[in-house]
């Protein structure tokens, strides 16, 4: 799963979405680009309910890889 940030997202925003990620024991890797910042997502992340992830401020889009089993 990618969680791509809105280029105004605060850090409280970002805080906010680590937190929920921490919370459904999943884990992540940070990118920082210029304009954006996108988690990789790594875990279970077929629990996560994207709906409630999409609602937290300064998220601007989620990205789900299909299972392959």
């Known amino acids: 799963m990618l969680v791509i ?3 105004k997202a ?3 925003n ?3 979405v680590k937190q929920f990620l921490v919370e459904e024991d999943c884990d992540f890797h940070q990118s920082t680009g ?3 910042i996108i988690l990789g997502v790594v875990g279970d992340t ?3 309910n994207s709906s409630t992830l999409l609602q937290i401020p300064g998220v601007l889009d989620i990205y789900t890889i299909p299972n392959d089993e």
Request: proline content about 0%.
């Open 5 to 7: 940030m809105k280029r």
């Open 10 to 12: 605060t850090e409280n």
């Open 14 to 16: 970002l805080e906010q």
């Open 34 to 36: 210029v304009d954006r």
């Open 46 to 48: 077929g629990n996560i």
